[in-house]
């Protein structure tokens, strides 16, 4: 939408903001946890925590931030575990979402469909229906992945999943490329 010759960009609220499907919701919160833990050790410090906001362009202020996850941190440990973090998640969701990720669906496979829908569209930022290497570069950078640094990494990586070899990825070979990975059980 333009105004004024100022691009602006409207915000919409995801209704499935959260996965619906309890393992890929696991393992999604999981690799959350590993990214926001830069140094390895486990835990999710309260500066780790702010600037893995940051990077996504969620400036908090220190103090705020503290009053709210200092409860879930256990007495003796320097942040966040992952059963901490977990607990943070789920108290975060059923407040802002009232709790609304365990929607019934009339199938697993469509509660996946849509899942996969709304994980594709993230990585879709201008909506054409493909993920180019230049939108997967961006995600990746917002995340703070060394992949994104390298241009020549990611169109590798779009490479791998482009079945039809049309040097982008579609809806399809995204959700076969989804469908693939791996859950490690715990």
Known sequence: ???NGENKRVERQSPSFRLRSPSLNALRL?????????NGDGFITLDEL????SRLGLDADLSDL???????????NTGLDFNDFSSLHKTLDESF??????CDESSPESA?????????KVFDENGDGFISARELQAVLKKLGLPEGGEMERVE??????????????????FKNMMRTVVIPSS
Not at 66 to 76: A, D, F, L, M, R
Request: net charge negative; glycine share 8%; hydrophobic share 40%.
């Open 1 to 3: 939408m333009e105004s």
């Open 30 to 38: 999981q690799r959350i946890f590993d990214l926001f833990d830069k």
């Open 50 to 53: 702010n600037q893995a906001l």
């Open 66 to 76: 503290k009053s709210t996850v200092e409860s879930y941190i256990q007495p003796g």
């Open 97 to 102: 979402f009232g709790g609304a990720g365990d």
């Open 112 to 120: 996946e469909e849509a899942d996969l829908a709304e994980a594709f």
């Open 156 to 173: 590798k990586m779009i490479v791998s999943v482009d079945r039809n070899q049309d040097g982008r990825v579609d809806f399809f070979e």
